[in-house]
C-alpha cells in the first residue's frame, strides 16, 4: 500500500462512517480523520465565543478569527485549542447548528486545506459528507454510506441517551432529518455520491460484516 492512500468514506450522520472508518483504520494500520468533528469542532468554538447563538451566527466575526482555531486529532479524540472537546462536540446543541456552520464556503475552504495537508503524506481513512467529491477526488477508494433515517435516528439515540438523559428520540429524527436536507442542498460541496464510489446499505450489514465485506473488496481491488 503506498504512503499517501486514501480512502474516502462519505455519507449522512449515524450511518455508520465514523465506526467503518475507524476499524479500517486500525485493521490496514492507517490514520483515521472524522471531517465531520472537525466541522463540529469550529461548531462549538463559535457556541463558546457566543457567536452562535439560537438568534443566529455571526458568520463574519468566526470567519474573521478562524486562524484563532486549532483542531487536532489524538487517539480519536479531538481537540480544540488544547482542551479534548470529543464528547462537547456531539451534544444536540452542537448537532443542531453544524450543517449551518459547515454550509459556509470561507470554513469550508479552511477545513479542506487541513484535511488534505493530513492526507499528503500519510495512508488515511476520512470520513464526512464531501471526502470522495471535493477533498480527495482522486481518492484510491471511495465509499458511500446510506441508510433509513429512522434507523439512523435510533441508533444515534442510543449512542448518546446516556450522554443526554433529557433528549428524546423524536429530537433526533427530526435532527436528522434536517440535517439532510441540509447537507445536500447546500451550495457548496453538497453531499451526494460521487460517481465512482461505492454505496453500501449500512441497514444490510452489522458493523462487522461491513468491515469484513470492505476489506475482502481492498484485498481483490488492491492485491
Sequence with gaps: MK?????????????GKSTLAKALASSLNMVY????AMYRGVTLYA?????????GL??????SHLDDIHLTFT????????ADVSSEIRSM???????????????????VAQQRIIGATQAVVMDGRDIGTVVFPDADLKLFLFADDQVRAQRRFNEIKE???????NQIHQNIKQRDY??????????????????????????????????????KRFS
Aim: proline share 2%.
Design 47 to 55: 457556541q463558546q465565543q457566543q457567536w452562535l447563538t439560537e438568534a
Design 182 to 219: 441540509l447537507d445536500s442542498t447546500r451550495a457548496d460541496s453538497p453531499l451526494i455520491q460521487a460517481p465512482d464510489a461505492i454505496a453500501l446499505d449500512a441497514t444490510q450489514f452489522t458493523a462487522e460484516s461491513m468491515l469484513n465485506h470492505v476489506l475482502e473488496l481492498i484485498s
Design 58 to 63: 455571526d458568520k463574519e466575526k468566526l470567519i
Design 33 to 36: 480523520v472524522d471531517s465531520g
Design 93 to 111: 446543541a452542537v448537532s443542531n447548528a453544524v450543517s449551518i456552520v459547515a454550509s459556509i464556503s470561507e470554513i469550508r475552504a479552511f477545513l
Design 75 to 82: 487517539n480519536n479524540k479531538l481537540f480544540l485549542n488544547g
Design 163 to 169: 450522554q443526554d438523559t433529557e433528549v428524546t428520540l
Design 3 to 15: 504512503k499517501s492512500f486514501i480512502i474516502a468514506i462519505d455519507g449522512a450522520s449515524s450511518t
